[in-house]
């Protein structure tokens, strides 16, 4: 993605670095990464051609086999199958002449499922040629289709989404949408120091936004106090978890914000590479990405001696993921970006130690970054003035679902999910979903929980890494655990066995209890069997992949009950006879 | 490198610094299970999680941590033994491991691993995923069914000019580790055979390799961490309280080994007779039952429905139901059919194969034939089984042992040479 200026300051990069800009530029141009594209990619950098096959198979937007002229990724979250996934489906079968997973016979449109694009305020959603389409319905895709046809670009005729921003702070209180110029934090590192830097974010008490909520200065302490060159910063923008798009919507709408806070991160631990893993499913992002970059470049906010701070040269370039969820995860990531299959490491080292290609990196998400160059721009005190004391600050939900106002909701910690359910038009609320599939769901008997980073103890309060999913009483819970369970078994790496086999498991579990077969065992066997996922399992992907189904069946009584039959005397098992036989009946003459 | 002292269960033992944990524990004689870990590999692989412990109050695998002053590790609280156990039980309902028809059997890391941990069943469903059996490759066949994907392969096998040949594919459940034909060609015998001997599992064969050494010389034959128990015989229970009980028996879908197995009591059958009277059964040739019985044992899963059938009447009639062999427990040989749709199955059998006649164009089906089900189910997924026999066949010691502590309820004390079946 880089242009040739960033190039030459890249030194450092192996060839192999650059497979995956490689490898896209091969599905782009072929629509699918051919035989002999990977012949000529392993002469190229002394590898088997198993091992490029390797890397192409792990992504799902790479395609082995040609993927259509148009290639069309229909978004299959739980929002969008709520929202009408199945008819979508429908027409654009009927539209392309493609059936789900293929391309048509005469190769014009592949059509493919997806999950969550990041667009949830707008679904059902869709990405053609990886530019958006929004808000679908049948007249609307026949019209895409025939545009299509008649030779149109999806480049074209694609919607810009809209941003969505339906919620910030009352009497100029927002952190994140505060007026900005560029390079007004920037302006603020000569006069604060390294040190100054990380006092203030101490001070604010920020925490990674990226779920795992680790004290941001902490991070870059440590990276700081390694003595190994070069360093990196690298922005996590692979917001991958299903109902989360506060990440697009800060790159779109605040990119100069989350830019200025790698840099002070650059400043403040010594890097001098920087890099955004932007996932694939944003690429139409990619180009104001890079302008704003050139933009900080003609500053003076990029390249040597960066605001005329003698010695501190930093440059950043982009790279694009490829449709892989696990690639959040930051070991997962850092493998990505050297070339490889997207498998988290096991965790000897942190990142901070040794990350990027060995090399001291700080990971943070988009969110983080621009609340770094928020509370530079404004100083600790003024940021401290927001949420509550021990958990000060603001923070950007998504939401989505049954609610009459999806979008972003900028909230000050400290909020209860019933003020913020109020702001966003909660229909009937029933089954919220908090952080994800990943994270935790929660009945509407707890909305007097605050969202905030206290009292976490005892279902007190509860965090939100960003995704707020609201689920209306007339939804079915085995539903939703199925969409998320058939999330969690594609999207495992599939590099450790709890995870790899254990997703696969619980799903047919699930499918027990979707076919009215389970009983008490079932129930009991879900539990243990989840929290075997949990122990064992490597990353918190397979840590955190039964989270939702452990704490639906403790939480959902009244829905559950009755669903699990009682095992106390039945010696003869719930089997279903008709489902066993309906082979073998298509053979009666 | 200095020495430091570390804790395993609250024990302190010694080792060197930066000692693999795997390799202190074991040079201190603990025995940790491990599968994907490999001397040589650095950094350890960590896929298989059966080393989990807890290292220093977090649940983490064993290989990937080093000792240091201080370390403490709880390697056997009740939780860590049956976790590692279930990790190994995910790996056999993961893949489809036919130990009876396999190469590596004897040789095996994962059957060694069972046969430690004591598993007689898996707890979990069996997938019956549809695996590859890759032929194509010069020298090897990849035998992705008995694959665990514990990446030593794809570590260790590199051609001399450093290329790798094995590579893992896809991902999440799809996951399969991919051979490079040109470089797999370009291996030396030395390297392929190597390849072969590295895979903890019977993946990957060398064509013509394989079965290197005899019974009783493999690598597993006589290697155990467990105790040997003490051998029992077959005694008669004690005459003091002795009442004559009543079996019966039934094979559903397997091939009567258990039976025959039961018969290899030899003369001791004569003792058997004295102490229980056979109802519905085989042996027996009765073909209803015509009182209630004592115990049940079932050979064979359910293949159709009138197997299911007679399962239910068996426990309808059976205080106790015992099922025996690996057909009962899980489906076993005939299992073999769960990965291919049943459809393929008939038609292959009934209408393309090389016996069939020209043009036929009838899979049979009559109201009075029991209907095929569409894969092979185990009991247990019919009907509440009380206890499982594992083996394939069980011997015939096993099974009346079995049969007796459950009459009598004697003392049940089971032979690690008698549990080995391979
Ligand atoms: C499966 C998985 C997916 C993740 N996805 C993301 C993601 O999309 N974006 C992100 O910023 N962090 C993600 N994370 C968290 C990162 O590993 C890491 O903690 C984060 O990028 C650190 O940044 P922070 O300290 O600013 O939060 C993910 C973690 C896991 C385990
Ligand atoms: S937990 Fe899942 S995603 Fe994480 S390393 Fe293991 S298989 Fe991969
Ligand atoms: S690989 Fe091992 S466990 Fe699997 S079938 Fe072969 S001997 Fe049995
Ligand atoms: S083929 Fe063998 S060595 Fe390779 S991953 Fe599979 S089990 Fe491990
Ligand atoms: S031996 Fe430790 S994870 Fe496999």
Known sequence: MSTDVHQNFFVVDPERSQLLSALWQHQLQDRHISREAIKRLAEKYQ????????????????????????????????????????????????????????????????????????????????????????????????????????????????????????????????????????????????????????????????????????????????????????????????????????????????????????????????????????????????????????????????????????????????????????????????????????????????????????????????????????????????????????????????????????????IEWGLTIAELLELCGGKDPYFIQVSGPSGEPISIKEKFRRISMLDLKDQKDIRCGGSFMIFNSERDIVHILMNFSEFFKHESCGVCTPCRAGNFIIQRKLERLQNGLADMNDLKELKSWGNLMKTTSRCGLGKTATNSIIQSLEKFDDYFTGRFAKTDNSIIRKFNHQLAVADYERYKP | MATCSFWIDGKKYEAEEGTNLIDAAKENGVFIPSLCYFRHIDPPLGTCRTCTCKINGRNDPACTAYIHEGLQVEVNTPELVDMRKALVEMMFSEGNHFCPACEKSGNCNLQHMGYELGISVTRFPHLFKDHLIDYQPKRMIMEHNRCIKCKRCIEEVLTTDEKRVFMSLNRGNETMIGIDYEQEARLTDEQAVNAMNICPTGAIIVRGKSMAKPFGERAFDMVSAQKQFKHNILEKPNKGNFEKKTIATVSLAGCFGCHMSMLDIDEEIMDIAELVSFNKSPLTDIKNFTQRCHLGIVEGGCCNTENIETLKKFREMCDILVVMGECAVWGGLPAMRNTIPLGECLEEAYLNCVTSEQGENTVPYHEDLPKILDRIYSCNEIVKVDYMIPGCPPTATHIWKVVKSLLWGEDYSLLYSEFKYD
């Open chain 1, 47 to 410: 590898l088997s051609e198993i091992e490029i096959e390797g890397v192409v198979s792990f992504y799902h937007f790479f395609h082995l086999k040609p993927a259509g002229k148009h290639t069309i990724y229909l978004n299959k979250s739980i929002t969008a199958e709520l929202k009408g996934f199945e008819r979508i489906r429908e027409t654009f079968e009927r539209e392309t002449g493609a059936r789900l997973g293929f391309t048509d016979p005469s190769g014009t449109f592949g059509l493919f499922a997806t999950p969550c694009i990041g667009l949830s305020d707008h679904e059902p959603a869709a990405l053609i040629d990886f530019y958006p389409f929004t808000n679908l319905n049948a007249l609307k895709v026949k019209d895409i289709i025939n545009k299509l046809k008649e030779g149109n670009s999806a480049a074209e005729i694609c919607d810009i989404p809209q941003e969505n921003i339906r919620y910030t702070p009352a009497n100029n209180r927002t952190i994140f949408f505060a007026p900005y110029t560029r390079g007004e934090a920037i302006a603020k590192l000569a006069t604060l120091k390294q040190d100054g830097v990380l006092e203030q974010l101490k001070r604010s008490e920020l925490s990674g936004r990226g779920g795992a909520f680790f004290p941001t200065w902490k991070k870059w302490d440590t990276c700081r106090s390694y003595a190994t060159s070069p360093k990196f910063i690298i922005c996590n923008a692979d917001e991958g978890e299903p109902g989360t798009f506060k990440d697009r919507v800060l790159l779109s709408n605040q990119p100069g914000s989350v830019i200025e806070g790698m840099i002070a991160a650059a400043y403040t631990v010594g890097a001098s590479y920087g890099m955004i893993y932007l996932r694939g499913e944003y690429r139409w992002l990619a180009k104001k990405l890079e302008e704003e970059i050139e933009a900080f470049h003609a500053q003076g906010l990029l390249g040597k001696s960066i605001a005329g701070i003698e010695g501190f040269d930093f440059d950043i370039r982009l790279e694009l993921g490829a449709g892989a969820y696990v690639c959040g995860e930051e070991t997962a990531l850092l493998e990505s970006m050297e070339g490889k299959r997207g498998e988290p490491r096991t965790k000897w080292f942190y990142p901070v130690e040794k990350g990027y290609l060995q090399l001291p990196t700080v990971v943070n998400n988009v969110e983080t970054f621009a609340a770094v160059s928020r509370i530079l721009q404004l100083g600790a005190d003024e940021y401290l003035k927001r949420g509550i004391p021990g958990s000060p600050g603001t923070k950007l939900i998504s939401i989505s679902g049954d609610c009459e106002r999806p979008g972003i909701y900028e």
